[in-house]
C-alpha cells in the first residue's frame, strides 16, 4: 500500500489528528496522583466518543484498551489497570491512536505527575520532545530515512540516554503501522527516500540508562532492563514540499 496520501484521506487525517490532540490534551491533565491508569483510560474513551472518532489501538493485534499508559521504567505499551495508581513523581507516558473515516494518527507524550522526584527526569522529557522536534524538522520532500534518524539521535545521544532500538517510528494512515520503519538512530545521507503527501510517525524513546528492553508477562509492556526511567514522544506528521504539517499538534 503506497504511503502517499490523497487530498481526501489526508483531509481525514488532518481531522483525525485533531480529535486525538484534544484528547491527548484532556487525558494529561488528568493525570495527577492518586488516579489509576484504567480511570484515564475512561477519559480518554469518553473524550473521543464526544468528537466522533474511533480508537485505533483497542484490539490491534490484541491491544485490550484504547490507550497505552506507561510508567517510569516501562517504556510503551502498558496496559491501564485499576490497580495501577500514578504517584507524585512518576514519568507517565500516554499513546494514542484515533480512526477517523478509516485514516489513522498515533500520537504519545510524556508528562510527569506532580512534583518532580529527580531532576533528571524533567531534563529527559524535555530532551525526547527536543528529539521529536528535531525530526520533525529535517523533513521535506526527498528527505531520507537516515536523515530523521541522525537528527533524533543527535539530541538524545548528546544528553547519554538509551535510544530504544527495538522499537522505531513507522509509516502511518490506513493502517496504524505501515512501512516503512523510522528508526531514532541512522547516517544522514542514508535510506529511503520519502516523498511530500506521505504519513509517518515520528516517536522516540529514551532512557537515563541503557535500551536494552524487555516484553513483561502480560506479553505487552515493554520495560528498561536495566530499570531505568523512560520519555516516549510522537507525532504523526505529513510530509510537505518544503517541509511538514504536524497532524496531531497540540
Ligand atoms: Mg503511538
Ligand atoms: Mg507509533
Not at 68 to 84: A, F, K, L, M, W
Not at 100 to 111: C, F, K, Q
Amino acid at each position: 500500500m503506497t504511503q502517499v496520501k490523497t487530498p481526501t484521506e489526508i483531509l481525514a487525517m488532518r481531522e483525525s489528528g485533531r480529535m486525538l490532540a484534544e484528547v491527548l490534551s484532556v487525558v494529561r491533565r488528568e493525570t495527577v496522583p492518586g488516579i489509576s491508569t484504567k480511570q484515564l483510560s475512561d477519559i480518554a474513551v469518553k473524550e473521543l466518543k464526544s468528537l466522533g472518532g474511533k480508537p485505533a489501538f483497542l484490539g490491534f493485534q490484541g491491544f485490550p484498551d484504547v490507550i497505552c499508559i506507561s510508567i517510569n521504567e516501562e517504556v510503551v505499551h502498558g496496559i491501564p489497570r485499576t490497580s495501577r495508581i500514578i504517584q507524585d513523581g512518576d514519568i507517565v507516558s500516554l499513546d494514542f491512536g484515533v480512526d477517523y473515516n478509516g485514516m489513522i494518527t498515533d500520537s504519545a507524550l510524556s508528562l510527569i505527575a506532580g512534583k518532580v522526584r529527580d531532576p533528571r527526569d524533567a531534563e529527559l522529557v524535555t530532551n525526547t520532545e527536543k528529539s521529536l522536534d528535531a525530526g520533525i524538522k529535517v523533513l521535506h520532500d526527498g528527505v531520507q530515512i537516515g536523515d530523521i534518524g541522525a537528527a533524533v539521535e543527535g539530541i538524545l545521544s548528546a544528553h547519554h540516554y538509551g535510544i530504544i532500538r527495538d522499537l522505531v517510528g513507522h509509516g502511518v494512515g490506513h493502517q496504524l503501522h505501515e512501512d516503512p520503519n523510522i528508526p531514532n538512530f541512522g547516517t544522514k545521507g542514508t535510506g529511503m527516500h520519502l516523498n511530500k503527501n506521505m504519513t509517518i510517525a515520528i516517536e522516540p524513546m529514551a532512557t537515563l540508562g541503557s535500551h536494552h528492553v524487555y516484553i513483561a508477562d502480560d506479553g505487552w509492556t515493554v520495560i528498561t532492563e536495566d530499570g531505568s526511567r523512560s520519555a516516549h514522544f510522537e507525532h504523526t506528521v505529513l510530509i510537505t514540499e518544503k517541509d511538514a504539517e504536524v497532524l496531531t499538534k497540540r
